[in-house]
């Protein structure tokens, strides 16, 4: 039976790329020769090396996941293949810190480099640090806190001074997070102001009626509505968007708009009433 590529870096077979990236990262610098004097340090960082090298690849991938390291390594035959058939076969080249470099860039593999761009650092980091003989180094885990302000735009920078790796020729970088916004179910931002979609049937649209919203601190608004709502319509609710990251005790503005339901049918008696109605 093959090796499983998904266990070796410890990921599900439904991982992402960002996925397979991340866990690469982490494996590759927890198993490195450099860092490590277990016996099995070389054997285990090929493996990984290996297993990213073909994880990361979507052709590779594919033919993996549908007929194993045993149709990968062997070839496929032709009647599985495409315009361009696996026919060769794979071959590790057999060179993991070829990958390590090409991943991380640099030839020092515990360089400022070696963590990716500070933009993607994970909260939780393994820091190149200098030990008291100012001649070598060691990875360490270290965790960095965020304290996250309410109503922090998309692309807010939280920088970490001086918290990249260090060693005997390295000056330690800083470490920069981007703050990334998650879509809500319920809103959608624009700047500090909050967009919410209210549906709303057309009797009610033309009759006045209470709109209720539910606020992101789980407040219930009820807002009346006095006037006719049209398909162009919206209404203005001061104060109740999102906070602002200058001073939090002031907030953007809430805009509703009205998704009008119409009715799928109506019967002779209604539309004669709507006649009356509507069009005297």
Known sequence: MGQDYYSVLQITRNAEDAQIKQAYRKLALKNHPMKTNESTAADTFRQIAEAYDVLSDPVKRSIYDKFGEEGLKGGIPLEFGSQTPWTTGYVFHGNPDKVFHEF??????????????????????????????????????????????PGWR?????????????????????????VK?????RFRRENDNLFFVNPIPLGKALTCC???????????????????????????????????????TKKGDLYIFFDIQFPTRLTPQKKQMLRQALLT
Do not use: C, W
């Open 104 to 149: 991380f860039g640099g030839d020092n593999p515990f360089s400022e480099e070696a963590h990716g761009s500070p933009s993607k650092a994970p909260s939780s980091l393994s820091l190149q640090v200098l030990n008291e003989d100012k001649y070598s180094s060691t990875i360490k885990d270290k965790i960095l806190t965020i304290d996250v302000k």
């Open 154 to 178: 998309q692309g807010t920078r939280i920088t970490f001074e001086k918290e990249g790796d260090q060693g005997p020729n390295i000056i330690p970088a800083d470490i920069i997070f981007i």
């Open 181 to 185: 916004e998650k879509l809500h179910p």
């Open 210 to 248: 209470t709109v209720e919203v539910k606020t992101l601190d789980d407040r219930l608004l009820n807002i009346p509505i006095n006037d006719i709502i049209h398909p162009k319509y919206f209404k203005k609710v001061p104060d109740e968007g999102m906070p602002l990251p200058e001073d939090p």
